[in-house]
């Protein structure tokens, strides 16, 4: 059983930095994409960023420039950099891989989400 575990949410003020941690664990033998995204109250959950193992990376237009997604591939883990942040990143945000498994191939895993809250 693969499972992403999310740190890092919180409160923060208009401006302020937040960094994100994604951790999966379970009988891995690879992953391909790590990626992050976010669903704000009454909305689609939509793509912030993503990263490949060998390091390319895709951002939503809206954080370009304000977020850095960084992974480990040693030790499966994904991070994303926050900075100048707004009310409008307000949201869940969740960790996702595509992971293989040797028991069961190629599948996509969710963390279980983490709150960001920017506000004054």
């Known amino acids: 059983q693969v499972q992403l575990v999310e740190s890092g949410g919180g409160l923060v003020q208009p401006g302020g930095s937040l960094r994100l941690s994604c951790a999966a664990t379970?009988?891995?033998?690879?992953?391909?994409?790590m990626g992050w995204y976010r669903q704000a109250p009454g909305k689609q959950r939509d793509l912030v960023a993503a990263?490949?193992?060998?390091?390319?990376?895709n951002y939503a237009g809206s954080v370009k420039g304000r977020f850095t997604i960084s992974r480990d591939n040693a030790k499966n883990t994904v991070s994303l950099q926050m900075i100048s942040l707004k009310p409008e990143d307000t949201a869940v945000y969740y960790c996702?891989?595509?992971?293989?498994?040797?028991?069961?191939?190629?599948?996509?895993?969710w963390g279980q989400g983490t709150l960001v809250t920017v506000s004054s």
């Open positions: 379970g009988s891995i033998f690879s992953i391909s994409v």
């Open positions: 996702n891989a595509l992971v293989y498994t040797k028991l069961n191939g190629v599948q996509e895993v």
């Open positions: 990263i490949t193992t060998g390091g390319s990376t």
